[in-house]
Nanobody, 115 residues
Framework: QVQLVESGGGSVHAGGSLRLSCAASGSIFSLNLMEWYRQAPGKQRELVAT???????NYADSVKGRFTISRDNAQKTVYLQMNSLKPEDTAIYYC?????????WGQGTQVTVSS
C-alpha cells in the first residue's frame, strides 16, 4: 500500500526557516508530479509548489523567492525548504503525489510562524 509520510513541521519566529520532507513508501512503479499544499484555519487548501518528475518547478506567488521545492527520486522524497517565514505561512502543509497514475495525500504537518 502506497503511503506519503510528512515530517519537519514545527513552530518558528518570523524570519525563520523550516524544511519539510515527504517520503513515499510501498509498491511504486512511477513517481510523477509531487506537490505541496497548505490549509490555514478557516481557509481553503491552496497549492504552494509543484515539481515534475523531471525537476520542473512552479510556485504560488505568495512564496516565490522564499520557498524551494526539490525531490530525490532515488529516495522517493520531496522537500520544501521554507525561508523568511511569515505569520501568514501558518498552516497545515500537505504533500500530494501522483504515483502510478493515482493521487495520494499525506496526513499533513503543522507549521506555525509567530510574529
Amino acid at each position: 500500500q502506497v503511503q506519503l509520510v510528512e515530517s519537519g513541521g514545527g513552530s518558528v519566529h518570523a524570519g525563520g526557516s523550516l524544511r519539510l520532507s515527504c517520503a513515499a513508501s510501498g509498491s511504486i512503479f512511477s513517481l510523477n508530479l509531487m506537490e505541496w499544499y497548505r490549509q490555514a484555519p478557516g481557509k481553503q487548501r491552496e497549492l504552494v509548489a509543484t515539481i515534475s518528475s523531471g525537476g520542473h518547478t512552479n510556485y504560488a506567488d505568495s512564496v516565490k523567492g522564499r520557498f524551494t521545492i526539490s525531490r530525490d527520486n532515488a529516495q522517493k522524497t520531496v522537500y520544501l525548504q521554507m525561508n523568511s517565514l511569515k505569520p501568514e505561512d501558518t498552516a497545515i502543509y500537505y504533500c500530494n503525489a501522483f504515483i502510478d497514475f493515482r493521487e495520494y495525500w499525506g496526513q499533513g504537518t503543522q507549521v506555525t510562524v509567530s510574529s
